[in-house]
């Protein structure tokens, strides 16, 4: 009998199929052995859009040749999949059966409030969940990672649609990984791109965020994850590391706890901190020249866009070992 393959959940920020992310991809795949995993792509993110398929092909293209790993999509569309001949009954249940026998699952760009409304009464939860029990790997990012928490942030209806802010039932996957409490997961949490005014946090910023903490229970906290950086846990021997351009925070009720990349991390340890318990707690720091751009309105920035495009690297930030700077891709 072959032995059980080990468990890790990975969750990274963004850049989930940029050169920063090749490495991590690399060791998660290592981590699980030989002979290679069957990896499976869950599209229902995305799923939506008329470029679904150029954006399977790119991902496809990147596991390919930058991880040498072989990614087949599940073809896990949805109701508002431009090609209506994966709807079949027989299309959907050979997509469960794709993601079931994965031993990597990976999903990514998107909209989280589309993949919960797909998947919410399907297979699919459940089928993760069974994943990170009985062993694999299961690597969200970007908006796929906004959907494992205990509840999801509606990023385009609040940022762009202009509703109120609120909060979506997310799959709750960390509690079933072992992770105490009404876990929250906000990537791009490092978010720069407002320019004039306060983008951080997935595009909600400190007054929106601080307004939605309010509406959660008391046992709930953030994990908020820094653009071009990944969480990857082993869930066998409750040990993390954090790698990429940025960090990983633990915020409860307002107050911060920043674990950096590159900093053994036991996960006993982040789930003390999401508890409060920890006396390095700090406030949130308010963005650079936040107090002269207190006035600015949020709807001036750009949108996030939705597609899974690289767009321009941020000014100033971290070059790459070659001297260039990583592209990067925008949310969503």
Same mark, same amino acid.
């Given at each position: 009998?072959?032995?059980?393959? =080990? ?10 199929? +940029?050169?920063?992310?090749? @490495?991590?991809?690399? #060791? ?10 069957? /990896? ?14 150029? $954006? @399977?092909?790119? /991902?496809?293209? *990147? ?8 990614? #087949? ?6 109701? &508002?999949? +431009? ?5 079949? =009954? ?8 794709? &993601? ?11 909209? =989280? ?9 399907? =297979?699919?939860?459940? %089928?993760?969940? @069974? ?16 959907? $494992? ?8 209806? $609040? *940022? ?42 997935? *595009?909600?910023? #400190?007054?929106? &965020?601080?307004?939605?903490? %309010?509406?959660?229970?008391?046992? !709930? ?33 307002? !107050? ?11 996960? +006993?340890?982040?789930?003390?901190? +999401? ?5 390095? /707690? ?7 020249? %936040?107090?002269?751009? !207190?006035?600015?309105?949020? #709807?001036?920035?750009? !949108? ?29």
């Amino acid at each position: 009998m072959s032995a059980r393959p =080990p468990r890790i959940l990975a969750i990274m920020g963004s850049g989930e199929t +940029a050169p920063t992310m090749v @490495t991590p991809h690399r #060791e998660i795949v290592a981590r699980l052995g030989e002979p290679k995993p069957r /990896a499976v792509l869950l599209d229902t993110p995305y799923g939506f859009q008329e470029n679904a398929s150029e $954006i @399977t092909q790119r /991902a496809v293209e *990147y596991f390919g040749h930058r991880v040498q790993l072989t990614i #087949e999509a599940a073809g896990f569309l949805g109701p &508002l999949a +431009a090609d209506q001949s994966q709807r079949t =009954p027989i299309a959907e249940a050979a997509a469960l059966s794709r &993601l079931r026998t994965a031993g990597f699952v990976f999903a990514g760009p998107g909209s =989280p409030s589309y993949a919960l409304s797909v998947w919410r009464g399907s =297979p699919v939860p459940e %089928a993760l969940t @069974t994943k990170l029990a009985e062993g694999g790997a299961v690597v969200f990012s970007s908006a796929a990672a906004l959907t $494992i928490g205990r509840f999801s942030v509606p990023v385009y209806e $609040i *940022y762009k649609v202009g509703l109120p802010v609120h909060w979506l039932d997310g799959l709750d996957l960390l509690r079933a990984a072992g992770f105490e409490g009404s876990c929250v997961v906000i990537p791009h949490y490092d978010n720069a791109e407002g320019g004039t005014h306060d983008t951080r946090f997935c *595009y909600l910023g #400190e007054r929106r &965020l601080a307004t939605m903490e %309010a509406m959660l229970p008391d046992d !709930a906290w953030v994990l908020g994850i820094d653009e071009h950086t990944v969480l990857m846990v082993d869930l066998d021997a409750r040990t993390a590391t954090v790698s990429g351009r940025g960090g990983l925070t633990v915020r409860r009720k307002g !107050a911060s706890r920043v674990f950096p990349a590159g900093e053994p991390l036991e996960l +006993a340890t982040l789930l003390a901190a +999401a508890r409060g318990e920890t006396s390095t /707690a700090r406030r949130e720091p308010e963005p650079a020249g %936040a107090a002269a751009r !207190a006035g600015s309105p949020p #709807e001036q920035a750009a !949108a996030p866009a939705l597609k899974s495009r690289r767009g321009s690297s941020r000014p100033s930030r971290r070059r790459s070992p070659g001297g260039r700077r990583p592209r990067r891709r925008r949310p969503f």
